[in-house]
């Protein structure tokens, strides 16, 4: 019982945060593994992690498997952070850990926030991000079509596009080559590898998704990286 009531007076960050937490300790789980750890509906944690791709980072073992979940380097930085800043528990309870303005995780920042720093746009790709891989560089930062679009899911993948073009990637040794082929943050090169990666999307030609991903070209063609970028 006392599991069910906890289930209504989680908030959305404090959910995002549990599941941080568990994450950190196991690493990698499935929604249903992780659900069933945090006395969570499935359904409520699943709408949390495809939410929050800032935070939590998607692998598909194969075509049948249910997606295993894991912590972006994001979420692990934010996690040792807060835990290495503060020895007692209280004080990281009463630690703010979503910004009000951007709703992200201190201390990243989008683009459009005020308290965004440029320098610190980074991002640590890992092993499992390289070419002929399951999950490709801009698949791994978020960027993703599903059949259903609306006018915020367009606009939430258009800026994540932006952050993309801004993004400094730092890769690993195994995948320097294939990072680097990204091309620098603010470049011609970054903007024209990620068109040629939508360009390779596999999909029907009559689908939806190759009608908005055609229209997300055009709009990437149609930016002045000088002015439109954040």
């Known amino acids: 019982m006392f599991q069910v009531l906890r289930r209504y007076m989680r908030t959305r960050d404090e959910l995002a945060w549990e599941i941080i937490c ?5 690493e990698e789980e499935n929604a249903v593994m992780i659900a069933n750890s945090i006395g969570e509906f499935k359904s409520t944690v699943n709408s949390v992690l495809y ?12 075509y049948s498997a249910k ?9 692990i930085d934010a996690y040792e952070q807060i835990h290495a800043g503060s020895e007692h528990s209280e004080e990281r309870i009463n630690t703010p850990l979503f910004c009000e303005e951007c709703g992200s995780l201190h201390p ?7 308290q965004f720093n440029l320098g610190a746009f980074r991002l640590n790709i890992p092993s499992k991000v390289n070419y002929g891989n399951e999950i490709g560089l801009p698949g791994y930062f978020g960027i993703r079509y599903s059949g259903k679009d609306s006018e915020v899911s ?9 952050e993309f073009i801004i993004t400094e990637f730092i890769p690993v040794d195994s995948n320097k080559w294939y990072v680097e082929s990204y091309g620098v943050p603010r470049s011609n090169n970054r903007r024209n590898a990620l068109i040629n990666h939508l360009q390779g999307i596999n999909v029907p030609a009559s689908s939806t998704i190759q009608e908005l991903r055609n229209n997300d070209i055009v709009w990437l063609n149609s930016l002045n990286l000088d002015t439109d970028l954040p």
């Open 22 to 26: 568990h994450l950190y300790a196991d």
């Open 51 to 62: 939410e929050r791709r800032n935070l939590f980072s998607q692998r598909s073992v194969n």
């Open 67 to 75: 997606p295993l979940w894991s912590l972006t380097q994001d979420s």
């Open 108 to 114: 990243n920042h989008t683009p459009v926030c005020s």
């Open 154 to 162: 367009s606009k939430n993948r258009r800026d994540t596009m932006l």
